[in-house]
């Protein structure tokens, strides 16, 4: 039975088991501030505390990357490896030549996986780095393989601008979102924005021959409305969850707006591939200066409004938009564990900035009704006074776990 959030007192003073994947153990080597740190949580919620600066936000993005993509901060790969300091003596410096390292042991439904990812060439070898997955040992053949364990959210303090931000940064938000549940949505994603960028060179040098630039721009209308389509299907399957509040959140109403999106609204996808191609071929003449004005789904734009007030995100205030935010979040946990079985493990970095103590408890009872993993960080424990009972806390100090 799904727990619909929200509707049921939750004891907080009660331990509640998660039914998705529980990460029993984390390692992490040569990565941002730490040299060697582990840890081995036992339950549902963990809190890493810490000044700022201390090294908790290092951890969440360390988790983050056990799910394709870049990670919560999207750095580059050499961008991970620990970064040496002052302090840092002989046998340190030793071991911060060797490349960052991310492992943990998962369990789910009784069995424990081991999973691991870092960087394996060095940039000092003349070869760009590569990121390495390895699954119980056996090297994975591509990130996506992660997707069969682990699916992992998260919520940082720079998303908090997500909708006064350009309409990338919400593009790429809702994209995430489709990911927990299609992970082949990433590679159509990567290869739409490569066939963009492949298509304005060709017409920075275009020749009578058409042939290399047909081939492009049908890609560019088929890969271009299969990510309009799962968008919105996304969103289809999302409104009637996020259309109703839950605790103190807000209900809103979300969409996608692009022309690829209304001419899916009275036309085939087929019949949307066909008219794509005609709206690329029209636009050869622009020119490449104006490769990246035609229609498509890189252009279009992530509208969410709050229902109650009728208020577009963008006009709404700084905690509004932050709850609004959570409302997304959780609705979108809520329907994971709805189709797939068990919500994400979910990451929420600085989470009671711009929440009141009021909301701060109503969302503590909420992320208990999705029984998954919650990883939270902060910088007082008396913003989770409410939950420091049946959590395990963790103090972190200069990238050290004390």
Known sequence: MIVELGQS?????????ANGP???????????????????????????????????????????????????RRAQLTQLNRVKTDSTNENDTIESQRQWAVSVRVESNGFQTKIGTGCETAVADGKSAKRLVKINGDIAKSQIALNDYLSVSWLTPQMDRLFVEGG?????????????????????????????????????????DTSWLNAIENSLAEMGVAIAVTRQDLIRRLSPIIGKS????????????GEVENWLEENSALEVEQRFREELKKSRAKGPAESNQIPGPHRSE????????????????????????????????ILRKKECGSAPILLLDEISAHLDERRRSSLFELLQN???????????????SDILKIAEAYNISEGKIV
Not at 246 to 257: D, R
Not at 373 to 381: A, F, H, N
């Open 246 to 257: 839950m605790g103190l959140f807000p209900s809103a109403i979300i969409s996608m707006e």
């Open 302 to 333: 992530f509208n969410c409004l709050h229902s109650s007030s009728k208020m577009e995100a963008s006009l709404c205030s700084t905690g509004e938009q932050k709850a609004l935010l959570v409302s997304i979040m959780l609705s979108h946990a």
């Open 168 to 208: 990338s940064q919400r593009r790429r938000f809702l994209d995430r979102l489709v990911f927990a549940f299609d992970a082949l949505h990433s590679k159509r994603v990567n290869r739409y924005n490569h066939a963009l960028r492949e298509r304005k060179k060709l017409l920075q040098s275009w020749t009578q």
């Open 9 to 17: 007192e939750v004891n907080l003073n009660v331990t509640r088991q």
């Open 22 to 72: 529980l990460i029993r153990k984390l390692i992490v080597s040569n990565f941002r501030n730490y040299s060697n740190a582990s840890l081995e949580p036992s339950k549902q919620m963990v809190l890493l505390l810490g000044n700022n600066g201390a090294g908790k936000t290092n951890l969440l993005e360390a988790i983050s990357l056990l799910s394709p993509g870049r990670g919560l």
């Open 370 to 384: 999705l029984e998954s993993q919650i990883w939270m960080t902060g910088t007082e424990s008396g913003a989770f």
